[in-house]
Each structure stands twice: as C-alpha cells, then as structure tokens.
C-alpha cells in the first residue's frame, strides 16, 4: 500500500521562469537515468525479493523516487511558468506547449516518451543491486550536468538536495550488497583460471596485470 502526503519532499521555488531549462529538467523525469525510471526499478525488483529487510530497502527508496519525481514535475511546472509559447524553447522538447498544456509529461528532453526498457530486473539480488548501485551514479552525473547549467539559487538548491538523496542511496545499496555478496551470481559461479587472463590486445604497451576477481564488495570506511 502507498500513501501520498500533500506535502513535498522538500520545498520547490524558482527565482523565476525558465522554460528552456524545464526542457533540460525533463531529463529527470523522462529520462533513462531519471526519478520515474528508478522508482519503477527499484519497487519492480522488490516483487521476488525473500529477505524482508532487502525488500524493505527497495520499496522505501521506490517510494521516495516517486517523491523526487514529484519535486522535479514541480519545478518544471514553476519555470514553465503560465504561458504556452513554444517560441520561448529554443533546443529540445516542445511537448510541454504543444501537447500536454504545460503538464510535466513523461519524455525526456529531447521529447522521446518514458520506456520500461529503462527497467532492469534480473530477479538476482546481486545483479540489481550492481544495476542499482550504477543507476544511482548514473543520476548523481545528470543532477550534476543539469546544476552546472543554471544560476537560479532555488533551483540549484533543489537539485543540491536530490544529489545528495541520491548519494544516501547509493549508499545504502553499497550496504545491502555487502550483506549477499556471496550469494546469487556470486555463489553459483566459481572463479576458474580462464578468469584470471588478461589478453593484452592493444599495442604497444600492456597497462595491467592478470586479473584476481573476489565477489564485489564495496566498504564505506575505505576513501
């Protein structure tokens, strides 16, 4: 079951209107590194999850994806402002003023329509906390871009926050790993000497050494 609290994550405000960076904010709600598609991940990942405390993990941070996404549609909608005017988009989706009547839609910024192919699910718990674990970085780069692009100080305030969420994710994902990094894909699998080759195809010059694989294991104490 899901609830829906009025109230947002975190307060949304703009400086003011924008209409060409709603276009770049679209990224994040549209997009394949965006808060939709993680929340979908995440929460469709969690349907076969045994361990309750894992399962617990995936709906919680699902659940708070959508939040992110709702934080995003608002501030779309702020710097859109209240006038359709295509004219005001320079590059990327005119969707928003030809289509939707300012309504946040699910596209990306290049206007291209939100896609289950951005969903991974393996039904492996190793797997999909490596894929949630990259996807987290993933989206940590693209708040990064999107920061780097605009001066207004409320908008980068709500992205400094989202950043930030992300990271505490990533975080916790790094954690749940550690807690079944000998299980799945990584137990039913042995690490053969064909395992240990590095085939220097590249000239001149060979920059590593033979491989060791272990299990994946990521320590938050090491810098």
């Given at each position: 079951?899901?609830?829906?609290?009025?109230?947002?994550?975190?307060?949304?405000?703009?400086?003011?209107?924008?209409?060409?960076?709603?276009?770049?904010?679209?990224?994040?709600?549209?997009?394949?590194?965006?808060?939709?598609?993680?929340?979908?991940?995440?929460?469709?990942?969690?349907?076969?999850?045994?361990?309750?405390?894992?399962?617990?993990?995936?709906?919680?941070?699902?659940?708070?994806?959508?939040?992110?996404?709702?934080?995003?549609?608002?501030?779309?909608?702020?710097?859109?402002?209240?006038?359709?005017?295509?004219?005001?988009?320079?590059?990327?989706?005119?969707?928003?003023?030809?289509?939707?009547?300012?309504?946040?839609?699910?596209?990306?910024?290049?206007?291209?329509?939100?896609?289950?192919?951005?969903?991974?699910?393996?039904?492996?718990?190793?797997?999909?906390?490596?894929?949630?674990?990259?996807?987290?970085?993933?989206?940590?780069?693209?708040?990064?871009?999107?920061?780097?692009?605009?001066?207004?100080?409320?908008?980068?305030?709500?992205?400094?926050?989202?950043?930030?969420?992300?990271?505490?994710?990533?975080?916790?994902?790094?954690?749940?790993?550690?807690?079944?990094?000998?299980?799945?894909?990584?137990?039913?699998?042995?690490?053969?000497?064909?395992?240990?080759?590095?085939?220097?195809?590249?000239?001149?010059?060979?920059?590593?050494?033979?491989?060791?694989?272990?299990p994946p294991s990521f320590d938050n104490t090491i810098r």
């Amino acid at each position: 079951m899901f609830k829906h609290e009025k109230k947002l994550l975190h307060e949304v405000k703009i400086e003011k209107p924008n209409p060409q960076y709603a276009v770049l904010m679209q990224e994040q709600l549209g997009g394949g590194n965006g808060e939709l598609k993680a929340a979908m991940q995440y929460i469709s990942q969690s349907f076969r999850i045994k361990d309750p405390a894992i399962k617990d993990l995936f709906l919680d941070i699902g659940a708070e994806e959508l939040s992110h996404m709702e934080m995003v549609a608002q501030t779309i909608n702020l710097l859109n402002g209240h006038d359709v005017d295509y004219k005001r988009v320079d590059v990327g989706e005119i969707q928003t003023h030809v289509m939707f009547g300012l309504t946040p839609g699910l596209v990306n910024s290049s206007g291209a329509p939100w896609t289950a192919n951005y969903v991974t699910v393996t039904g492996d718990l190793v797997a999909d906390l490596l894929s949630n674990i990259a996807s987290e970085q993933r989206a940590k780069t693209v708040y990064e871009y999107l920061y780097r692009q605009i001066y207004d100080k409320h908008v980068r305030e709500t992205i400094d926050f989202l950043l930030n969420r992300e990271e505490a994710h990533n975080a916790l994902f790094r954690e749940a790993l550690n807690k079944v990094k000998d299980t799945g894909s990584n137990r039913d699998f042995g690490v053969t000497e064909d395992s240990r080759l590095y085939f220097d195809l590249s000239s001149p010059g060979r920059h590593f050494d033979n491989p060791n694989p272990t299990p994946p294991s990521f320590d938050n104490t090491i810098r």
